[in-house]
């Protein structure tokens, strides 16, 4: 059974900063690409950031110089850094991958700024 297990949301101000991390089981994390995407109230859901397995990463345009998304192989866990946020970054963040020709997300987790 594929789990994802997001945390590290929370409330900060204006130009902080927060780590999510997204725990990752029951597939081969090492060879599996992950994404980090956010859904604000009223919106869709959108892709934030996505790492592959090789290390190659995608931004959207957004968060382009403020977000940082890796990997730890390790420990299964993929990390997505926030820095300067803004105001239009709330949203609950959702970590994802794809496995056994499945989509799998977690539970999500809240991102609160306040200006």
């Known amino acids: 059974q594929v789990q994802l297990v997001e945390s590290g949301g929370g409330l900060v101000q204006a130009g902080g900063s927060l780590r999510l991390s997204c725990a990752v089981s029951?597939?081969?994390?090492?060879?599996?690409?992950m994404g980090w995407y956010r859904q604000a109230p009223g919106g869709q859901r959108e892709l934030v950031a996505r790492i592959t397995s090789g290390g190659t990463t995608k931004y959207a345009d957004s968060v382009k110089g403020r977000f940082t998304i890796s990997r730890d192989n390790a420990k299964n866990t993929v990390y997505l850094q926030m820095n300067n946020l803004k105001s239009e970054d709330t949203a609950v963040y959702y970590c994802n991958t794809q496995a056994f020709l499945a989509n799998y997300w977690g539970q999500g987790t809240q991102v609160t700024v306040s200006s």
């Open positions: 029951g597939t081969s994390f090492s060879v599996s690409a």
